[in-house]
Structure formats: structure tokens, C-alpha cells
């Protein structure tokens, strides 16, 4: 059994080789039609002073006084006006825009404060207590997370840009990712094997499950201001199509979890019962997957309510019926997203363990 799996997951992988190969983006640099791409520069906020506004004196406004600290006007000074209440304060490092006007006057708007510093101290802390906890397997989880980031930047989204079709796009992702995340945190062996080949097909029935239900309840993928600002850009990116690769590459990481959980609770209860029958490794293995499920589905609602949360508070507070908010697509779209991936994950349990139950019982 053990050796069929192998035969299969290196079948599964040279698919996913063709696919990246068919669906390699072609590199092409893309256009700005809109003219929104602009030149941003790092700067650091020296003063910020009240003042009555240029444009009506009997306004106040914030003068913020900033010295440039990139770009060919490193060094120098430049000023903008920004309402009373900015939350800029002297000290701040932030960004800026530049724009030159046809007289020849520098004007620079607020882009966004710069953020990398206490970035960098959180992604710090976060490899230092996955490594302190988890030894070898944490950096294999880091080297997994860090290759799954570089599959989704260098591959699927240029691929996507390129206009392909975005579900197979997805699949291919994440098949990719799950190979080598999987791997390189569990290493390779029979129950990783198992894992991911679980994973492969709760994926492909998340997938299949998600075109349906986004057709049945006709989605569009129109929910927020980048799927209008794509269109308006021309790239010819299919918004439901994006919609469908958003819902198969967010379930794969609550998937993988469940589907490396299972099979280790398999082999551990088999070497903690070794005359234990198969049907008893499986039902006590299936009692572990439900307490599980019934935990990560819980969050899946709550992760995806609380990003909808201002949506839905809005939308109260206009005093539209909860029936009303939900079936608005912009609502229906989480409720799709959560549904589809909680069946995805109810799927791997039995699947996951019944696969592994019969590669642990096969000696």
C-alpha cells in the first residue's frame, strides 16, 4: 500500500510540474493605464505644526514637515497639508509621493507610514518561538512557509495577471505548496505520503464544490475596490476566477493541518494498541478527526466573520434584515468561502484516516 501511495504522489507531483510548466507566466512587464503607479519616497516626519489651510484660510490643517531619505532628493526638506486630525506625529517615519506640476512645483502627498521595523520584529519573534518549540521541524515549517510566499508571488500571481484560467492555476499552487511545506515540516516517509495525498483531494473536492456553489449562487467576484480597479486596468483577470483560486489556496492550510494531525493519531494509537483491528483504528481515530473538526470549522466562521465584521455592522446599522446581509454578495461570498472550506475539511478526516489506518496495518 505504502509503495502505491509513493507511485502515486510522485504522479500527482510530475502533474504539477506539466501544469506550472503549461501555466508559467510570460514575464511581460504590465501597464498602468490608470496612471496610478507613482514614485514613492521614505521620509521622516520632523514637525508637524496646526495652521490655517491654504485652499480655506478659516480651516485648520496640519502642516507636516518631513526630511526626504531616499530617492535622488535624499536629504532634503518638503512639506505637505493633511486634515487637523492626522494621526502623524513628529518622529514618524513615513512615505511619501511626489508629483511635479507643469510650473515646476514639488507637491508630495501621504502615501503610508513605513511599517518594516516592527514587521521585521514580529516575523523575529514568530521564527524564534516556532523553532523553540518545534527544533528541526520548525525551520522546516519556516522553509515551507517561506517557499509557499515565493510560490504564490513568482508564480501564481503573474500566471494569474498572464489571464490563465485561475482554478487551475490555484490547484497547481497549491499542490505545490503542499509538496513542499509537508515535506520539508514533516519529512518524507509513508505518513506524509498519506497527508498529502488526503490533501490532494479534499482539495480537488474544495474545488469543485467552490465553481458549483459560485455559479449556483451567481457570484460575481465584484465585492471590493481591487476587483473593480482590475477591471477598470483592462488586465482581463476573471474576477469569479480569482474568487474560486481565493477559496482553494485559503483552505490548504487549515487542510494540511487536519490531514498531518489525523495520520499521526493513527500511528500513534497503533503503536499504543498494537493488536488493535483496522475498524478500531479508524472509529478511535474518527472520534479524534471529529473533536478536531468541530474546533477548526468554529474558527473558520469566526475568522471569516471578524474580517466582515465592519460590513456587517454597516449594514445593521442601516436596518437591513440579517436575511438581507447575507444573501448581499459581498456577505455570500464569506458564507460560500466558509461553507465550501469546512466540507473540504469534513472530507479529509475519514479520507486522511482511512488511508492511514491502511498503511499502518499493512505490516
Known sequence: MARYLRIIVIGCAVLIVVGAAVLWPSGQQTTDPL???????????????????????????????????????????????LGEQTAIRTGDDIQVTVFETPEGQTIYSFYEFQRSTPLLVLTALFAIAVIALARWRGIGALAGLAVSLFVIVWFALPSL?????????????????????IYLA?????????????????????????????????????????????????????????????????????????????????????????????????????????????????TLFLAYAGAALPLLLLFR?????????????????????AMVGSLGLIASVPISTWLAVRVVTEV
Do not use: Y
Open 317 to 337: 446599522g442601516i436596518g437591513e434584515s440579517v436575511g438581507g446581509v447575507v444573501t448581499r454578495e459581498i456577505v455570500a461570498v464569506e458564507v460560500v468561502r
Open 161 to 181: 495577471v498572464d489571464g490563465n484560467n485561475a482554478v487551475s492555476v490555484a490547484l497547481v499552487t497549491a499542490g505545490a505548496i503542499a509538496i513542499i511545506a
Open 186 to 298: 514533516h519529512g518524507p516517509g509513508p505518513a506524509t505520503d498519506v497527508a498529502l495525498l488526503s490533501t490532494f483531494a479534499s482539495l480537488t473536492l474544495t474545488a469543485i464544490l467552490a465553481w458549483a456553489f459560485v455559479r449556483f449562487a451567481k457570484l460575481t467576484g465584484f465585492t471590493d475596490d481591487a476587483s473593480f480597479v482590475l477591471q477598470a486596468l483592462g488586465t482581463g483577470i476573471d474576477a469569479r476566477g480569482i474568487l474560486l483560486a481565493g477559496v482553494v489556496i485559503g483552505s490548504l492550510g487549515v487542510l494540511d493541518d487536519v490531514t498531518v494531525t489525523q495520520v499521526s493519531a493513527v500511528r500513534e494509537l497503533k503503536l499504543g494498541r498494537p493488536d488493535a483491528a483496522r475498524h478500531e483504528l479508524f472509529t478511535s481515530a474518527l472520534a479524534i478527526g471529529r473533536d478536531h473538526i468541530s474546533s477548526t470549522v468554529n
Open 35 to 81: 496612471g496610478l503607479e507613482s514614485e514613492r519616497i521614505d521620509a521622516h516626519v520632523i514637525a508637524v505644526d496646526a495652521a490655517p489651510c491654504n485652499s480655506d484660510p478659516t480651516q485648520p490643517c496640519s502642516v507636516v514637515a518631513f526630511e526626504l531619505r531616499s530617492g535622488p532628493r535624499d536629504g532634503s526638506q518638503g512639506f505637505m497639508e
